[in-house]
């Protein structure tokens, strides 16, 4: 199941494509949201400068987190609006508990739920690591055929999940299935 994921981000990353053919993956991807059956699993959006939070970061205390930058909070409200723009709602917002996520997911489709799964684990030992992504494979397995999710976190979980690095702001769609999942590709949203 990992083999697909990672397999599929290579066919994502755009090698020797022209910018017709990356408007035609992303249409490809968009499409892929209509279908159902996916998730959308965003990077949050434009954060202060910085890597990881303070030493002293408290999850609940937004005021000890890096947080989203003013770009950020219109990176993130772009988001939406483009994929308002065609049609596209998700059935289900779960999002990291860290406030750069949430912020970014209320801006962006105006609803979340938290779920531990997609918490960093930046600093974590590599049991959490395993345990949360084989969690997020648990959930692609069983992904409802209806509508797609989106699940909004952070680099370290996109790459645990799909052996892909992506910018703030970024996505990758993932179509689930028994085996885990499969990545179809990098999705940009707020051009």
């Known amino acids: 199941?990992?083999?697909?994921?990672?397999?599929?981000?290579?066919?994502?990353?755009?090698?020797g494509m022209g910018p017709a053919d990356l408007r035609a993956e992303a249409a490809a991807l968009l499409s892929a949201l209509r279908g159902g059956?996916?998730?959308?699993?965003?990077?949050?959006?434009?954060t202060v400068?910085?890597?990881?939070?303070?030493?002293?970061?408290?999850?609940?205390?937004?005021?000890?987190?890096?947080?989203?930058s003013a770009a950020g909070r219109a990176q993130a409200r772009r988001i939406g609006q483009?994929?308002?723009a065609?049609?596209?709602?998700?059935?289900?917002?779960?999002?990291?508990?860290?406030?750069?996520?949430i912020e970014t997911?209320?801006?962006?489709?105006?609803?979340?739920?938290?779920?531990?799964?997609?918490?960093?684990?930046?600093?974590?030992?590599?049991?959490?690591r395993r345990a949360q992504t084989a969690a997020l494979h648990e959930a692609l397995a069983q992904l409802p055929a209806e509508g797609f999710e989106a699940w909004v976190s952070h680099q370290v979980n996109i790459t645990a999940l799909t052996g892909t690095w992506v910018d703030m702001g970024e996505a990758v769609v993932i179509r689930g299935g028994p085996d885990g999942g499969t990545m179809l590709g990098r999705l940009r949203l707020d051009a």
């Open 1 to 15: 199941m990992k083999r697909r994921l990672l397999l599929g981000s290579l066919m994502g990353l755009g090698f």
């Open 49 to 68: 400068p910085g890597v990881g939070d303070p030493p002293d970061f408290r999850l609940g205390d937004c005021a000890t987190q890096r947080n989203l």
């Open 82 to 84: 483009t994929l308002a």
């Open 37 to 46: 059956g996916v998730v959308l699993m965003l990077r949050h959006a434009r």
């Open 105 to 128: 997911a209320e801006l962006a489709f105006g609803r979340h739920e938290v779920w531990p799964a997609l918490h960093s684990f930046f600093t974590e030992h590599d049991a959490q």
């Open 86 to 101: 065609h049609g596209l709602q998700p059935r289900l917002v779960r999002s990291s508990g860290w406030c750069r996520c």
